[in-house]
């Protein structure tokens, strides 16, 4: 009996430390080494791994037979990476690095990938991967759509500019030739002379907004904006428009004051508006009126222009804002319109973090809307009529 028990004991010390030292102990043993892990935080590899996939520009390694042994979010994003192998025109590039050592660029069009995806224009170059006996290359890639758009954008304002500046330039001078072959009539030299004087005019005032607008598109926010009064900006937009509105026959209507401020640059908000009015004076019918309205909704100050003229057609709407586009050319010129009134407008309202839109009707007339943020805190710390507007419900578009 004694031996039988000394047999069991011996049987449960032996399952015991069985137990122990194959299960509890390591389990221990592996929760100690997490606690110590979290205690000395992520490892430097980890936050290589973290930046290498977080990494903006798209990062994809490649061996001598086509395959990506590593690529990163970005890379499967802009598309450069299929079934774990480079796409062909990104892989003729890494190839030529195998081949000569050499780093070697590419440079790809936009176009359509499986299932309708658009894969953006894309450029970047490869590289021998340092330290691995030329086993590897690295592709650098980046999405340089915005790029080409901007650089584009670029050669057709200049060849715009060179166009528009031209055809004052080419008049100017047939003008001057007639005004000097008319030098014995008195009536001719002076409608000549005219014509030249308006030609000038319009050359200047060209230039003047072309400096404006490359002012306004290299500018950022407004960095000093102080309190803008915008009765005072609707009063003094209105008198610019004035004369132009009485040769036109047209009557400028406006609403009561309101009280309304806006944060910005009170000389360039005077601009915007009154560009906004001219627009509309030029393509409105003769003894037809003009409005211009202010009020303030949901923290927005709202500023519209309204005509009752010929109006836009919509598939010309989007690209009123845009340089020197005109719907009607040769009313454009008859009433000295340059194209860049409605530009400067939506650079102006972007610099004011605010924004300029358009409704039109063929036949019914068209209205612009400029919308900017309301100031709603005075220095003294009282209520601002804006912040009044908005807590009585007055925030309601009529």
């Not at 086993?135 to 758009?149: C, L, M, P, T, Y």
């Not at 109006?311 to 009433?335: L, N, W």
């Not at 009282?382 to 419900?393: C, D, I, L, S, Y």
Request: aromatic letters at 6%.
């Amino acid at each position: 009996m004694q031996v039988s028990l000394g047999i069991f004991l011996a049987i449960v010390a032996g399952v015991i430390g069985f137990v122990v030292g194959g299960f509890i102990i390591p389990r221990l043993n592996a929760r100690a080494d997490r606690r110590r892990a979290e205690q000395a935080g992520p490892t430097r590899l980890d936050v290589l791994g973290s930046v290498y996939e977080q990494a903006p520009t798209a990062l994809a390694v490649v061996d001598r037979h086509q395959d990506v042994v590593l690529f990163n979010r970005r890379a499967a994003e802009l598309g450069i990476v299929e079934d774990r192998l480079l796409i062909d025109s990104i892989w003729k590039a890494a190839d030529a690095t195998f081949e000569d050592g050499k780093p070697s660029a590419f440079d790809l069009p936009p176009k359509m990938a499986a299932g309708r995806r658009r894969i953006p224009s894309i450029s970047g170059r490869s590289e021998i991967l340092e330290g691995h006996g030329e086993q590897f290359v690295v592709v650098f890639a980046d999405d340089d759509s915005e790029h080409r758009r901007m650089e584009a954008a670029r050669r057709d304002f200049v060849a715009n500019v060179s166009h528009e500046l031209k055809t004052p330039v080419g008049a100017m001078a047939l003008l001057a030739e007639a005004l000097l072959e008319s030098k014995d009539d008195p009536e001719q030299v002076e409608y000549f002379g005219g014509r030249v004087v308006d030609e000038a005019q319009r050359l200047g005032k060209m230039v003047t907004e072309l400096i404006a607008l490359s002012r306004l598109q290299g500018a950022e926010r407004i960095r000093d904006p102080e309190p803008v009064a915008v009765d005072d900006v609707v009063d003094e937009a209105i008198r610019r428009a004035q004369s132009a509105a009485e040769a036109a026959e047209i009557e400028l209507i406006t609403d009561a004051p309101s009280g309304l401020e806006v944060k910005g640059d009170w000389t360039l908000l005077v601009t915007a508006l009154a560009n906004l009015i001219l627009n509309a004076i030029n393509y409105s019918p003769e003894r037809t009126p003009v409005s211009i309205t202010r009020d303030c909704t949901g923290g927005t100050v709202v500023l519209r222009v309204t005509d009752r003229g010929i109006g836009i057609a919509p598939e010309h709407q989007a690209r009123v804002f845009e340089r020197f586009f005109r719907v009607d050319k040769a009313r454009s010129r008859a009433t000295g319109g340059t194209g860049l009134g409605l530009a400067i407008v939506k650079h102006v309202a972007q610099n004011h973090n605010g924004v300029v839109t358009l409704w039109s009707r063929p036949g019914t007339g068209s209205t612009f809307t400029l919308q900017l943020p309301a100031y709603t805190e005075s220095e003294l710390g009282g209520k601002t009529p804006a912040a009044e507007h908005v807590e009585q419900g007055e925030d309601q578009v009529p």
